[in-house]
């Protein structure tokens, strides 16, 4: 099978695979730091005092979580139109992945900050110290450690969800295999290619979650 | 110091506070006992409003906690809290734990609360545990620091929440030595204990709860030895026994 394979091919259109990759790249990184501050918002909004943010919160995480991202990115494609609204496909792209993203980082920042014993809380509170002062000294850099690390798989789920907006002909990775099988029908080639970089990028991505857990999980056990 | 007038707690249905009136003096060590779920952490919780509770009157170093305009931050601050699982920060090493509120609440220079901070620790006998972080320390040296670390406020009054029950019963004596110590100080201290010996050391008062109710206040031999109603008596057979 290898011997059928076209490599002239693929070098040919190594200069269109790489600005897929880069793409790719882009898109993730912008979608993660913006998928961020939107899922430490919604989770803040989530453990709220006050009852409507903590609705807003909730409707948001539910209905992101529980339909499909390709429909969710459809939505926001022909939906953002009808509204008046004409963003550019790749900015479409980047708003349905951060909203995505954003619900599930949500969750997790809410994971890690639930996880601290209440008991902590206490002794903060005895201590005199304030509601911001027990998150900042004693809640989050006992959440950190074990938010880091799921943090990051979801980092590398958005890499992967990024190959979506290929469907609304955003020029990424993903694309540049359908480019190839649709100018010259190679999708061996095209998709072998495609595979291969996104394993690049989830070799970049890895030894990142080995470093931070060793960096960042604080044991109780030494 | 501490005046709780008819106080009443309910936990929806329970009344787990039934009629509280109490009065700890400036200097006095109050010993707090009765069997488990009578009530005894809900009421020293109110003392620091860990705990709100719904009905009567409750002063605190003349701060009324029935009243809601009270400055919670300075009230907390002047009360240290010792809680029967220690509850150190353990992310924090032993001196860090003992700092954080010196210099958060009362906002102390970070030096002076390091002296302040090493000083508590050499009183619990730990000075040289202070780069230690909490997993490396044992449950009866955990306990010390969390002592050290409310003494680092300077309270005027300290509540114990069963500081021995946790522990293994070796490491029982170095924790009560540090707090037979600070009753000698003078220190206004109230401790849910069931240790027997401290509470005839030490304790100006004992107090008997059953069922949310106060039952029973004496001075500790009288009371251990002499219980007036039948439900202490019943209680000091059963922890005579164990
Ligand atoms: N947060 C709470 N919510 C509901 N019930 C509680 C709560 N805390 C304690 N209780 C109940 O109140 C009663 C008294 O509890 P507690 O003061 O902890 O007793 P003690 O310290 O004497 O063992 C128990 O029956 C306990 O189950
Ligand atoms: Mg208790």
Request: some cysteine.
């Amino acid at each position: 099978m290898l011997i059928n394979f076209n490599f002239r091919v693929i070098w040919e259109y190594m200069p269109l695979f790489l600005e897929g990759l880069r793409n790719t790249f882009l898109i993730s990184i912008v979608s993660l730091i913006l998928a961020l501050m939107v899922g430490i918002l919604a989770c803040a909004a989530r453990l709220s005092r006050w009852k409507l943010l903590r609705a807003v919160s909730i409707v948001y995480i539910e209905s992101i979580r529980s339909t499909p991202l390709l429909v969710q990115i459809y939505f926001f494609y022909f939906g953002l139109p009808t509204l008046g609204l004409r963003v550019p496909e790749l900015e479409t792209g980047i708003i349905a992945l951060m909203l995505n993203s954003g619900a599930y980082i949500a969750e997790i920042v809410r994971a890690g900050i639930t996880s601290v014993p209440n008991g902590q809380i206490e002794a903060g509170i005895s201590s005199g110290l304030s509601y911001t002062q027990r998150m900042r000294f004693i809640v989050l850099p006992q959440a950190l450690g074990v938010t880091v690390p799921p943090l990051l798989g979801q980092a590398i789920v958005l890499v992967k969800d990024s190959a979506l907006l290929s469907l609304i002909s955003v020029l990424e990775l993903t694309r540049c295999g359908q480019e190839l099988t649709s100018e010259r029908f190679m999708p061996a080639e095209g998709f072998l290619t495609v595979a291969v970089l996104y394993l690049c990028i989830y070799y970049c991505l890895k030894p990142l979650a080995g470093w931070s857990q060793k960096k960042l999980i604080f044991r109780e056990e030494y | 110091m501490i005046v709780f007038k008819n106080v009443h707690k309910w936990f929806g249905k329970l009344h787990v506070l039934n009629d509280i009136n109490l009065h700890v003096r400036s200097g006095e060590v109050v010993v707090i006992c009765g069997p488990s779920g009578s009530g005894k952490s809900t009421l020293i919780r109110c003392i620091n409003r860990l705990e709100k509770f719904q009905q009567g009157e409750l002063y605190v170093d003349g701060q009324a906690l029935h009243d809601h305009s009270i400055n919670l931050t300075k009230l907390r601050a002047d009360i240290g809290f010792v809680f029967q699982q220690f509850h150190l920060y353990p992310h924090m090493t032993a001196l860090q734990n003992v700092t954080l509120a010196p210099v958060n609440v009362r906002k102390i220079d970070k030096k002076e609360a390091v002296a302040l901070g090493r000083e508590k620790l050499a009183r619990v006998g730990l000075a040289d545990k202070a780069e230690a972080y909490p997993a490396q320390l044992s449950g009866g040296q955990q306990q010390r620091v969390a002592i050290a670390r409310g003494l680092a406020m300077n309270p005027k009054i300290m509540l114990f929440d069963e500081p021995t029950s946790a522990l293994d019963p070796e490491m029982i004596g170095e924790v009560l030595d540090v707090m037979v110590q600070l009753a000698g100080e003078g220190m206004t201290m109230c401790v849910v204990t069931h240790e027997m010996g401290f509470a005839r050391q030490v304790a100006h008062r004992v107090i008997f709860m059953d069922a949310g109710q106060l039952v029973e206040k004496g001075a500790p031999d009288e009371f251990f030895d002499h219980p007036k109603t039948d439900r202490a008596a019943q209680f000091i057979s059963k922890i005579l026994t164990h």
